[in-house]
């Protein structure tokens, strides 16, 4: 399996409070993704990071920032959270070109 | 924009059938991914298909694109109860290494 963690793997917020989210790996890979999955939707890109400090919007960015500071890790901030944020959050890694993105564990995230 | 539709959405099949599932996609790309989801647990890659006509097999999974037709099939061979999971495709957009993916696909083997 691929070294990626992520912390929490289960966190529950109030409306308005911000949240972080960590994804961790030991792979060294370039590329990092933040994704969340909802009924229905599959799963949708938030932003990824293409190296360190290189980081772009995806799909549903709204409402989310990112920072990468180091290869290792790829921080997710919901900046003020919100009820419609209530999802599960997979981080993923791919080392290079067309190779196939490797996901973490997950983290379930409710906002009440 | 480019969209994934896969089909069908639901599945409900017996032991030992055959069974294909459907990914269609909107514009061009020849970068197609499948993975499979077990229930409240993380993605797992299947397949990365990457030229027109490509086919790859893995036991009873077997998966093929055209990129012509904008087609992906990821076809089932005598069903078991382990492959139920949920499987879902994703299309590289502009080659840019972002994903789009599939709604996904539950499947349930009945034994």
């Known amino acids: 399996d691929a070294g990626i963690t992520q912390s929490p793997r289960h966190k529950v917020t109030e409306t308005g409070t911000p949240v972080t989210l960590r994804c961790h790996q030991t792979e060294n890979h370039r590329y990092m993704y933040w994704y969340r999955q909802d009924p229905g939707h599959g799963l949708r890109l938030i932003h990824y990071?293409?190296?360190?400090?290189?980081?772009d919007k995806g799909e549903v960015s709204d409402g989310y920032s990112v920072s990468r500071s180091k290869t290792e890790d790829f921080l997710l901030t919901l900046e003020s959270a919100t009820s419609s944020q209530t999802s599960v959050y997979f981080c993923?890694?791919?080392?290079?070109?067309?190779?196939?993105?490797?996901f973490g564990p997950g983290t379930r995230l409710l906002v009440l | 924009e480019l969209k994934v539709e896969q089909n069908p959405l639901f599945l409900s099949m017996q032991e030992g059938k055959n069974y294909t599932i459907y990914c269609n996609y909107s514009t061009t790309s020849d970068r197609l991914y499948w993975y499979r989801q077990d229930p409240g647990k993380s993605l797992e890659s299947l397949f990365v298909?990457?030229?027109n006509g490509a086919v790859k097999q893995e036991g009873r999974l077997m998966a093929s694109l055209d990129t012509k037709a904008r087609l992906s099939t990821l076809h089932i061979t005598a069903a078991v109860h382990d492959l139920s999971a949920t499987y879902f495709c994703?299309?590289?957009?502009?080659?840019?290494?972002?994903?789009?993916w599939g709604a996904g696909t539950k499947l349930i083997i009945k034994p």
């Open positions: 993923a890694i791919s080392g290079r070109d067309a190779e196939t993105q490797y």
């Open positions: 994703a299309v590289d957009a502009d080659s840019n290494y972002q994903l789009i």
């Open positions: 990071s293409y190296g360190v400090k290189d980081t």
């Open positions: 298909l990457l030229s």
